[in-house]
């Protein structure tokens, strides 16, 4: 099995006397789609935030590549290689869709020292938005203003501006939130793709989509981790089903 891309061991989250992500070890690896579940509260988006460097950790550790991040800066760690996403939609609606993705490659490779050029001219910062929209499948609307597109195509941007950054890592925090049976359907198949090249966490709360993708899942509740495992043991695994899937958990 590969080394883990990303690691966290024993990380903690206090808010005064609320714990609300208490000593989790888990880890991402290359080729798989790590799903964490849970209930709201369970500090699924407090974990994300810790990973990504929004949030700093009350202790614990968290590894990149082997290299301990912990202390690093949310800028940093993009720049080293861990991409997010987020609930709510983050993108420019005002702007083209490559220059979305353009203006999120630049964040990661800045060249102020060259005050000659213009950083739309930036060749290394186009070839990522470019590159980013493929992968994404978005190459087709480039040049579409970003607020005109639909909602899977506006969920699909920002996983398109996640990629322009070239992290090894994606941390998605419910991309499919909002979605239709076929835009469901769209984004899973561009997850499996991405997996093949990244190490992908992802926090969804569409079950049949999780159970449908994921090669790993973590079941969080009150902060903690209950279980973590293949989808088929997480499916029969009867503390789960109490906790937060139900007798339902039996049915998908």
């Known amino acids: 099995m590969a080394e883990p891309l990303l690691r966290a061991a024993a990380l903690t989250r206090r808010f005064g006397g609320l714990t609300a992500v208490n000593a989790v070890t888990l880890d991402w690896r290359l080729g798989e789609v790590h799903a964490v579940i849970g209930t709201n509260g369970a500090g699924k988006s407090t974990l994300i935030n810790m990973l ?16 301990d991040i912990t202390q690093w800066s949310q800028p940093r760690r993009a720049q080293a290689g861990v991409g997010r996403s987020y609930q709510r939609t983050t993108i420019f609606p005002e702007f083209s869709v490559l220059e979305n993705c353009r203006l999120c490659a630049q964040a990661v490779m800045p060249r102020a020292w060259r005050v000659w050029q213009g950083a739309q001219h930036c060749e290394s910062s186009l070839a990522a938005a470019n590159d980013a929209l493929r992968d ?17 195509g506006k969920r699909q941007l920002e996983i398109a501006m996640c990629l322009a950054t070239r992290p090894q890592v994606l941390l998605l925090d419910e991309p499919l939130a909002g979605m239709g049976a076929e835009e469901s359907d769209r984004m899973l198949g561009l997850l499996a793709e991405l997996k093949r090249t990244h ?26 981790v209950i ?8 499916r029969s695994n009867r503390d789960v089903q109490v906790a937060y899937l139900g007798d339902a958990g039996e049915a998908h």
């Open 52 to 67: 990504s460097g929004e949030m700093p950790a009350s202790s614990g550790t968290i590894h990149l590549s082997g290299q």
């Open 136 to 152: 994404a499948g978005l190459s087709h609307a480039a040049a579409q203003t970003a607020g005109t597109l639909n909602h899977g």
């Open 199 to 224: 190490a992908v966490l992802l926090v969804e709360h569409d079950m049949d989509a999780v159970f449908r993708i994921a090669d790993r899942i973590t079941v969080m509740v009150n902060g903690e």
């Open 227 to 234: 279980a973590s495992d293949v989808p088929e043991r997480i």
